[in-house]
C-alpha cells in the first residue's frame, strides 16, 4: 500500500515541493497541524494556501480541508465535538456537470445553499496549476470569509445575504488544520490526488504575493 500522504517532487507552487495527498474513500487521509494554533489565541485566524486539483472532476460529497480534526493515538484522525467541526467541500453545482465550494457543518447546514441560484455565488478553482485559497475565521464576529486568487467569494462568506439561513459552528474557535482529501462517495480508482503548497497561517489577511 502507498501512504497517501507523501512531500511530491513533481507539483509545486514555489521551490521544489509540495504536500500530495490521495484519498479516494471515506476514511480519505488528512495531514493536520495543531501547533501553529496557539500563537494565535486571539481567535482571528487567516489561511492561505495554494492548491492543485483536477477542476473537472465532478464530486458528489467530499472534504478538502476541515477545522476541528485532531490526530488521535492510533494514527488516524479524530473529530471535536460535532459543533466544532466544519469544512471546504466541493460539491455538485446545482445538479450540472461541475464541482463548486460549500462550506458545511453539517450535511443540512451549508453555504451557500446547495440550490442552482446559491451556487452561482461561489466558484471553484480552475486550469490545470495552482491557485491561491484563502479563508477567515473569527471566533468573536462568528464569521467565516473566503477569498480564491484574491478575489473574495460572496456565497462562501457567511455575511452574505445568500448565507442569512446558514448557522456557523458551536464556537468557531479554530484550534487545528487538515489538509487531505476524503470522497464519501469513493472509493475513486485510482485514487484522487490534491496538492497543497506554501501553507501560512496569520491573525491578520496575508494574500497570494
Not at 148 to 166: E, P
Not at 187 to 203: I, K, Q, R
Amino acid at each position: 500500500m502507498i501512504f497517501p500522504i507523501t512531500i511530491d517532487t513533481t507539483a509545486s507552487h514555489s521551490g521544489s515541493q509540495s504536500l500530495k495527498v490521495e484519498g479516494g474513500d471515506s476514511c480519505g487521509a488528512f495531514a493536520v497541524n495543531t501547533s501553529a494554533f496557539p500563537s494565535l489565541s486571539s481567535g482571528e485566524v487567516y489561511a492561505r494556501m495554494w492548491v492543485k486539483l483536477d477542476a473537472t472532476k465532478v464530486f458528489a460529497h467530499a472534504i478538502l480541508l476541515g477545522g476541528g480534526l485532531l490526530p488521535v493515538a492510533d494514527g488516524g484522525v479524530g473529530f471535536n465535538t460535532a459543533g466544532d467541526l466544519f469544512s471546504l467541500q466541493p460539491e455538485t453545482n446545482g445538479g450540472t456537470s461541475t464541482s463548486v465550494f460549500y462550506w458545511g457543518v453539517q450535511d443540512s447546514n451549508v453555504m451557500p445553499p446547495m440550490n442552482s441560484s446559491a451556487s452561482a455565488s461561489t466558484t471553484y478553482l480552475s486550469g490545470a496549476g495552482f491557485s491561491c485559497l484563502e479563508f477567515h475565521v473569527s471566533k468573536a464576529q462568528k464569521v467565516v470569509e473566503t477569498w480564491i486568487n484574491g478575489t473574495a467569494i460572496s456565497g462562501l462568506t457567511s455575511t452574505s445575504s445568500v448565507n442569512s439561513g446558514w448557522t456557523p459552528p458551536a464556537s468557531l474557535a479554530l484550534t487545528s488544520l487538515a489538509l487531505g482529501w476524503a470522497d464519501f462517495h469513493g472509493p475513486d480508482s485510482p485514487a484522487f490526488a490534491v496538492w497543497f503548497d506554501d501553507v501560512a497561517l496569520s491573525s491578520a489577511r496575508i494574500g497570494c504575493q
